[in-house]
Nanobody, 116 residues
Framework: QVQLVESGGGLVQPGGSLRLSCVAS????????MGWYRQAPGKQRELVAV??????TNYADSVKGRFTISRDNAKTVNLQMNNMKPEDTAVYYC???????????WGKGTLVTVSA
């Protein structure tokens, strides 16, 4: 079992920055894939960025050049969000898959609001 704890959400003005973090715990030593998804009101959940061991990092087109995903260690993933826009407003979810054959685990989500 894997538990995920997200932090760093909040209110930011357009053009501002926020940093999200997600720490995984449980009976795992390494994680194959860690990433972030988001869900805006009335919309489906969408991929924001994902880091997969042995593969290039993947970003949604809407955040390329503004958001950066990083992994501090085997169990922590961050999302640095710069030059934020009102359309970035959403609940952001941490997603983890320990290895290719296992299920996805999800955090509870953290709200990010971009507004003047």
């Amino acid at each position: 079992q894997v538990q995920l704890v997200e932090s760093g959400g909040g209110l930011v003005q357009p053009g501002g920055s926020l940093r999200l973090s997600c720490v995984a715990s449980g009976s795992i030593s390494t994680i194959w894939r860690m990433g972030w998804y988001r869900q805006a009101p009335g919309k489906q959940r969408e991929l924001v960025a994902v880091s997969t061991s042995g593969a290039p990092t993947n970003y949604a087109d809407s955040v390329k050049g503004r958001f950066t995903i990083s992994r501090d260690n085997a169990k922590t993933v961050n999302l640095q969000m710069n030059n934020m826009k009102p359309e970035d407003t959403a609940v952001y979810y941490c997603n983890v898959r320990p290895n290719y054959y296992e299920m996805d685990y999800w955090g509870k989500g953290t709200l990010v609001t971009v507004s003047a």
